[in-house]
């Protein structure tokens, strides 16, 4: 990715990330390319940003939405 003068990398959300995400990470701070992750977990690891849901906050707040109907 460096020799090609990639500008930054977008990660999709694919499940294989989740487990694979110490690699994925470090892989992309040894190359030097900013990179925006889709899960938190991955910037928990070492990861520069995260743009996503807050996959906890969801299933805190599920039990109170299901009560209302």
Not at 9 to 25: C, F, K, M, N, Q
Not at 58 to 64: D, F, M
Request: proline content about 4%; hydrophobic content about 45%.
């Amino acid at each position: 990715m460096a020799q090609d003068q990639v500008d930054a990398l977008l990660v999709s959300d694919e499940g294989e990330h989740i487990t694979y995400r110490i690699a994925l990470v470090e892989l992309a701070a040894k190359s030097r390319i900013p990179t925006l992750y889709p899960y938190r977990e991955l910037v928990e690891v070492g990861g520069l940003m995260a743009y996503s849901i807050d996959l906890a906050d969801i299933h805190r707040r599920a039990p109170a939405k299901l009560q209302r109907f």
